[in-house]
């Protein structure tokens, strides 16, 4: 059975702070790995999406990263902001569906 | 691109009801999920379609729960008898999936079913 992990389960900090957010997975056989904000009572919007063959991705302020072997992804925030207040869910594709984390809640404090 | 939309986003309802949410996913897209998300935690997967076939359903999607792509366009998913534990977000996403690539799976802004 496939699991994902996501550590902290949750994170608060200052604003203007650098963080890391971590998830682990494992089933090494995956197509790809896929990084989502969740807001209080919304969908998912998707952040990233990692090919298994590539080793990271960015955009902006985000860049996430992939190591198959270890069965980790980290995804970091550069320079956070308030606006960054979010729940961040990190999902594996090892098929036809995606396998969730169970989330890390952050909070950017002014 | 007007994106997934998922109606409605709010349903209540008495425990024993019959329910029905709909998913119009972006326009090009071949494949649709469904997902269920409970208070807490990450989504977890019901079943998925390419175009109108239904290819895989998750031991979660007990025999009061079906779902129908009749036209490889939008999806209806319906619960019968609904019991308390349906209470969740029912999520939809859509992906590209062909050839080579694997898309990201876009979501929805879910249905939140609450049951009285």
């Known amino acids: 059975k496939q699991e994902v992990t996501q550590i902290p389960a949750a994170l608060s900090v200052p604003e203007g702070e650098n963080l890391v957010l971590n998830c682990s997975f494992t089933d090494s056989a995956i197509y790809n790995l896929q990084w989502f904000r969740q807001d209080p009572g919304k969908g998912l919007t998707s952040l990233l999406l990692?090919?298994?063959?590539?080793r990271e991705q960015t955009s902006g302020r985000l860049n996430a990263s992939l190591d198959k072997s270890s069965g980790r992804s980290t995804l970091y925030i550069a320079a956070s902001q308030p606006g960054d207040s979010a729940t961040y869910l990190c999902a594996e594709n090892a098929g036809n569906m995606l396998t969730f984390g169970g989330g890390t809640r952050l909070m950017v404090k002014p | 691109d007007t994106g997934v939309s998922q109606n409605p986003r709010h349903k209540i309802t008495k425990r024993g009801q019959n329910v029905t949410f709909r998913c119009d996913p972006i326009?090009?897209?071949?494949?649709l999920y469904w997902y269920r998300q409970t208070l807490g935690q990450g989504p977890e997967f019901l079943t998925y379609f390419q175009n109108e076939a239904q290819l895989e359903k998750s031991r979660l999607l007990s025999d009061r729960f079906s779902a129908e792509r009749p036209k490889g366009s939008f999806s209806t998913l319906e619960i019968q008898r609904t019991e308390q534990g349906d209470s969740a977000m029912y999520l939809c996403a859509s992906s590209l999936v062909g050839g080579a690539s694997n898309q990201p799976q876009h979501f929805g802004d879910g249905t939140r079913l609450s049951i009285l």
């Open positions: 326009s090009e897209h071949n494949r």
């Open positions: 990692i090919q298994s063959s590539q």
